[in-house]
């Protein structure tokens, strides 16, 4: 899986006109190799990936400049990353039911 998205960072640079199929790329890769490959946050992964599929669309009509639109994937990324640790850390806060 790793190999299949390096490839996909070096065939399609982060740049207008690129930018979707980057990240189409890379949720086809990531889709391809399931939840076995990527563990337990695969559905958090498929998240980003679909946020990432937006951004890359607004960088290649112009909406976002290649550098707004890396300044979202990373607020993106960051939120959705806090998104689930608060909701990991409130599941192991639950009793456990028998």
């Not at 982060?14 to 990531?30: P, V, W």
């Not at 990324?77 to 998104?83: E, I, S, V």
């Not at 689930?84 to 850390?89: D, E, I, K, V, Y």
Request: charged share 20%; glycine share 6%; with cysteine.
């Amino acid at each position: 899986m790793h190999e299949a998205v390096s490839e996909c960072f070096s065939k399609y640079p982060f740049a207008k006109g690129t930018a979707y199929q980057r990240f189409n790329c890379i949720y086809q890769a990531h889709a391809h190799y399931g939840p076995d490959a990527m563990g337990a946050q695969y559905s958090l992964r498929l998240q980003v990936d679909l946020a990432s599929l937006k951004v890359g669309q607004d960088v290649d009509s112009g909406i976002l400049t290649p550098e707004e639109g890396k300044t979202t994937l990373r607020w993106v990324t960051d939120k959705a990353y806090a998104q689930a640790s608060q909701q990991q850390a409130w599941a192991s806060a639950q009793p456990k039911r028998n």
